[in-house]
């Protein structure tokens, strides 16, 4: 790991190299703290399929994209398309001087290409919490705003299973085209604590998970590493984890919670997952 101004480098995570960290130092490669500064962009820049992971919380005035080293271009979107859900108060994202209102629980695609890409909050009072993921693309395609009514909307699990949920699948290629970015979230039922378990992983892609609505108190343990292999990560409200493709992500909380989900890698075929037998896991 490493630190650039504005930017936490996280490199690539071998699967036995994993077995051998301590607790403090599986948070310090997976774990991200802090998403939403004031007035301030945090990204981590994750080597895992060259993904950015980010928030943006303007307070008291608007909050621009800027580029740094790592990234090499002139401007953030020159060689990339980015993801923008709202986990806050309503806010804005401004892209080359349009304004796109973006209400909690929307999403805001922008396509590779556009040069300036800002961040407000309507309410200065109860300011916007705006979460990203960023991917390397390879074409442009529209920027467009997806909300939970046109969302492709998928009902999994069961009270019996503690683990009944909806999952919004918003950028996704039923509901609009990217390059490679999927991205969408999952709310849990009243009484459901757990998230895709049973487990699975996929070697194609890799994946994201951003934890909120946790209520105060209340932490998700996210489960990581091979089946066989397992850890946890002590999750609270508005952190994210990084999920290599070797590794199993699933979660449980000590209440419901909700929690986005975003992906990168050679598909973007959200079934394409390898699931692992509830007898195998360790």
Not at 78 to 87: F, P, Q, S
Not at 119 to 144: G, L, Q, R, V
Not at 170 to 181: A, D
């Amino acid at each position: 790991m490493s630190k650039e101004k504005n930017m936490d480098i996280r490199y690539a995570l071998h699967a036995e190299h994993f077995k051998t960290l301590t607790t403090d130092e599986v948070r310090k490669h997976l774990l991200i703290e802090h998403l939403f500064e004031k007035d301030k962009a945090t990204m981590v820049y994750s080597h895992v399929d060259r993904i950015i992971v980010g928030g943006v919380s303007p307070f008291r005035e608007n909050v621009s994209l800027g580029v740094t080293k790592a990234l090499g271009v002139n401007y953030f979107l020159e060689r990339r398309e980015i993801g923008i859900i709202n986990i806050g108060a309503d806010g804005a994202v401004i892209v080359d001087g349009k304004e796109h209102i973006v209400k909690r629980k929307e999403c805001l695609y922008v396509g590779m290409g556009s040069k300036e890409i800002a961040f407000k909050s309507s309410d200065k009072a109860t300011p916007a919490k705006f979460y990203f993921n960023s991917t390397p693309a390879h074409a442009t395609y529209p920027t467009i705003r997806i909300t939970k009514e046109n969302a492709k909307r998928v009902e999994l699990g069961s009270i019996e299973g503690a683990n009944k949920r909806t999952i919004y699948q918003l950028i996704h290629p039923s509901v609009m085209k990217s390059c490679q970015l999927v991205m969408g979230f999952t709310e849990l039922a009243v009484g459901s604590v757990w998230n895709t378990m049973p487990c699975h992983t996929h070697d194609r892609r890799m994946e994201v998970y951003c934890y909120f609505e946790i209520p105060d108190g209340s932490v998700v343990f996210h489960l990581t590493g091979e089946p066989r292999e397992t850890r946890h990560i002590v999750v609270r409200n508005d952190e994210a984890v990084i999920s290599p493709s070797w590794s199993i992500h699933s979660g449980v909380g000590t209440q419901k919670y909700t929690f986005i989900w975003g992906m990168a890698g050679e598909n973007q075929t959200f079934t394409d997952m390898d699931e692992v037998p509830m007898s195998e896991l360790k």
